[in-house]
Nanobody, 127 residues
């Protein structure tokens, strides 16, 4: 599967952005999708993830209550709605995925689980 992120940009603190992750290929409903970010000089960190059919979601403490992840499997899209953005949210945001065709929902924010990565989209929040 190929992943392409879009929706990044430059905005002021307190603003909102919606990132999109478009996936190619079939059986998108078998993929767990995660959002990660990497700020300058820092390691990449997991932000959020969503199970194959959207049953379960996870948010890091840094974004809980401000970010919302959802997916539309009919369109092979995953969204990350980011509200009340802060300067510390400035980073390159990546979507990533791994296959889990089991009928039960799967969820992991561990980078090693993810096999497919997008190229990233820059989000810059000014104070």
């Amino acid at each position: 599967v190929q992943l392409v992120e879009s929706g990044g940009g430059l905005l002021q603190s307190g603003g909102s952005l919606r990132l999109s992750c478009a996936a190619s290929g079939d059986s998108f409903e078998d993929y767990v999708v995660g959002w990660f970010r990497q700020a300058p000089g820092k390691e990449r960190e997991g932000v959020s993830c969503i199970s194959q059919r959207g049953e379960n979601t996870y948010y890091s403490d840094a974004v809980k209550g401000r970010f919302t992840v959802r997916r539309d499997n009919s369109k092979n899209l995953v969204y990350l709605q980011m509200n009340n953005l802060k300067p510390e949210d400035t980073a390159v945001y990546y979507c990533a995925s791994y296959v889990d065709a089991a009928p039960s929902p799967s969820l992991s924010i561990l980078e090693d689980e993810y096999d497919y990565w997008g190229q990233g989209t820059q989000v810059t929040v000014s104070s």
